[in-house]
């Protein structure tokens, strides 16, 4: 079984290096334990491979660690299961009932993977890798108040650019790893049937419990945006996009000082996509892959507002694009119409000339809920139900008082690209808690089948690639209970 710990994305995988160099004899398809005189001690902080004499000096002073297992092309480092234990301490996970050896265990899976992707001609971009370490470095300096100096000790490095390439190993180890254990599970699938036996099997005194489920309806109403200030966002960018071509402006310059993009105005608007991958909403992608290098779009809408792309470079399938995003305004007198607009649905509700349903049909704004009565679709199980422990807080908030059926006050929130909204919900249905019902739960009980399945296929690939890949443990965890059979015992 898989070691799952929260927040396990930043464990500080190893320096990849080859068998040649730390002595470890020529068996392809072996299982050894490393012998204290063999041992040896090896960098824990860069890859050295070169041991010419013009390796930099820099490069010689590191702190000599011992080799504790190897995996394939990978090794695992005693420090590491140390380092790992700092790293999810340091991001608030209770380390306290996680053993060393289940830490170690969960190390070797992630070189397994990791080996066995590249053997498996697995891609991993580098790009988009060194785009992951960009939003990293600045959700962890975010946290650390901007202070570089306890992420470098942290790191336990001298300069940014060494935590940057330790990150960058870091992730595209764990990029490689994930993308193996998609590949494993990517094709399977539970019939009907499987799911039946799957239940039957389950004693009757052992089937799960679901708790409280909800079915909840909204009605949103938005503020319109004037023409008037459409056109004016437009001309904007149509402006900036007139002073990098005829006056030689800087789109960098333009986007930091301009974009209401906070995601990427402090780097310029950069972002990288992958035509294979999408990562940005669809109007987007459509222009930047239209783009030539140098190319800047004309302005566009999104729903995040009105933007403006360049493309710096093109790489095959990936696009090093930037782009400037400027939102359009809505005027008071926009936001007390629709708050007025959704008063005036709500009374025809609650009067009973108007059923909630046929409410959202005619008069919400939500394009997403408005053809299906205004109910909501929760995203981890695409269907109705919303099991109540585990709603969105803020709905929670807005919808623990309501009775079955009672319609709520106008409530006003903020949606994502800041703009203000209205909403009314109410509770469509209510399931109390219950023990799982084949008939009722099928969606869920599927999902329960479907994960034994994949596990099963995991453990599985599990036992024959550790049986075939070469893998050397280290006297410090020879004692350990591991789930999976590292010491062919």
């Not at 990098?244 to 301009?258: D, M, N, P, T």
């Not at 909501?376 to 919303?386: G, H, K, R």
């Amino acid at each position: 079984m898989l070691l799952k710990i929260k927040n396990l994305k930043f464990i500080n995988n190893l320096k990849f290096t080859t068998v040649a160099l730390l002595c470890l004899g020529n068996a392809a398809f072996a299982q050894e334990i490393i012998e204290e005189d063999v041992v040896a001690k090896v960098d824990s902080t860069s890859l050295v491979q070169n041991t010419k004499s013009d390796v930099p000096s820099d490069y010689k002073k590191q702190k000599v660690d011992a080799v504790a297992a190897v995996v394939g092309d990978f090794i695992v480092l005693e420090s590491d299961v140390d380092k790992t234990y700092l790293q999810l301490e340091a991001q608030g996970v209770n380390i306290k009932d996680i053993e060393s050896c289940q830490l170690f265990g969960k190390l070797l899976e992630d070189k397994l993977y990791a080996h066995h992707a590249i053997q498996d001609s697995i891609i991993v971009s580098d790009a988009e890798i060194r785009s992951m370490v960009d939003y990293q470095m600045e959700q962890f300096l975010a946290e650390l108040n901007g202070d570089m100096k306890r992420l470098l000790a942290l790191y336990e490095k001298d300069t940014e650019k060494a935590v940057r390439e330790e990150m960058f190993e870091i992730n595209k180890k764990n990029k490689l790893a994930q993308e193996m254990q998609a590949k494993i599970v990517s094709e399977i699938e539970v019939t009907p049937e499987e799911v039946r036996l799957f239940f039957s099997k389950i004693p009757k005194e052992d089937r799960p419990t679901f708790g409280t489920e909800l079915k909840v309806a909204q009605i949103v109403s938005e503020p319109k945006v004037s023409d008037e200030e459409e056109q004016r966002v437009i001309d904007r960018l149509k402006q900036f996009k007139a002073d990098i071509i005829e006056k030689g402006a800087s789109f960098r310059s333009k986007a930091v000082l301009y974009s209401e993009d906070p995601g990427s105005a402090s780097r310029g608007g950069k972002y990288t996509l992958n035509k294979k991958k999408p990562r940005m909403v669809k109007e987007f992608r459509q222009v930047a892959f239209a783009l030539q290098e140098g190319e800047i779009s004309e302005p566009f809408k999104s729903d995040f507002g009105y933007h403006i792309i360049t493309v710096d470079k093109i790489r095959g399938q990936e696009y090093d694009v930037s782009h400037i995003l400027l939102t359009p305004k809505v005027s008071t007198e926009a936001i007390a119409e629709a708050k007025e607009r959704l008063e005036k649905v709500r009374e025809r509700i609650e009067s009973g000339a108007i059923t909630f349903a046929d409410a959202a049909r005619e008069a919400s704004d939500e394009k997403e809920t408005r053809n299906d009565g205004g109910q909501l679709i929760n995203p981890a199980t695409q269907d109705y139900n919303f099991e109540l422990t585990k709603l969105d807080t803020e709905l929670y908030s807005q919808i623990q008082d309501l009775k079955e059926g009672e319609v709520s006050l106008v409530l006003t929130e903020q949606d994502r690209t800041g703009n203000v909204k209205f909403k009314i919900l109410r509770v469509t249905d209510r399931i109390n808690e219950h023990e799982a019902n084949y008939a009722r739960d099928y969606l869920k009980i599927r999902e329960l089948a479907l994960d034994e399945k994949k596990i099963k296929a995991i453990e599985d690939w599990q036992t024959e690639k550790i049986a075939d890949t070469y893998i050397k443990i280290g006297s410090k965890f020879r004692d350990c209970d591991f789930s999976s059979n590292w010491l062919k015992k």
